[in-house]
């Protein structure tokens, strides 16, 4: 199957940095990248879509300046948390997929965010 | 809007006995429906998914789902549990080609040897 990788895995920062996350397709190109948001025990939240050349569409209650995304090639996008707080802890995972219309989601194996 | 219910946030099984994890949604046209496995601290892995034609749809690890329109459910099932099949599963449902899939709130699943 198609496989999605994230980097890096864990990440521990200072409060007030930025930090940048990687979700690269690897064997695929991903029209079509999303970033979600998933705290202990819950489900995922989603919280933007991104598509290759275009700015990200974020849902509602998500901040755009505090989470640029950028999905500069059909490979690779990027969610970078600026800022950060120890609010912003969390489980962050992508996915993507290749726009076919009856595609499947696949995700990547996550970032765990860390905030000091 | 689309949305999806998994009732159970628990499913306790034995090793060796059949499964079943309950999803039921709710779309306004057709819905494409999909199971995810995670481990835990790991991202989601696809099981299967159903777009159309045949209700019965076969997926990795001997998983296999069930689509009832009538009931609006697609009950992710296997036949015979294992220990590894342990983990938090999760239902996700789109409408059509929307784009943007809804996942429920996962059921997690423990089997007991």
């Known amino acids: 199957g198609a496989v999605v990788s994230q980097h890096p895995s864990w990440v521990i920062c200072k409060s007030g940095t930025s930090v940048k996350i990687e979700c690269r397709s690897l064997?695929?190109?991903?029209?079509?990248m999303f970033w979600y948001r998933q705290f202990p025990k819950q489900s995922l939240m989603l919280m933007a879509t991104?598509?290759?050349?275009?700015?990200?569409?974020?849902e509602q209650g998500v901040e755009k300046d505090k989470f640029l995304i950028n999905h500069a090639s059909l490979t690779l996008s990027t969610l970078t948390v600026t800022s950060a707080h120890p609010e912003d802890s969390s489980f962050y995972i992508c996915?993507?997929?290749?726009?076919?219309?009856?595609?499947?989601?696949?995700f990547g194996p996550g970032t765990r965010l860390t905030v000091l | 809007a689309q949305s999806v219910a998994q009732p159970e946030d628990q499913v306790n099984v034995a090793e060796g006995n059949p499964l079943t994890v309950k999803c039921t949604y709710s779309v306004s046209g057709n819905p494409y429906l999909f199971w995810y496995v995670q481990y835990p601290n790991r991202g989601l892995q696809f099981l299967l998914k159903y777009i159309t034609g045949d209700n019965l749809v076969k997926g990795s690890y001997g998983f296999e789902a069930e689509f009832n329109k009538s009931q609006t459910s697609f009950h992710l099932k296997k036949p015979s549990a294992l220990v590894s099949d342990s983990a938090l599963y999760f239902c996700a449902v789109r409408e059509n080609n929307a784009g943007k899939s809804t996942f429920g709130d996962g059921t997690t699943l423990t089997v007991k040897p």
């Open positions: 996915s993507a997929s290749d726009g076919s219309g009856t595609d499947t989601q696949y």
């Open positions: 064997d695929f190109q991903a029209t079509t």
């Open positions: 991104s598509n290759e050349g275009s700015k990200a569409t974020y």
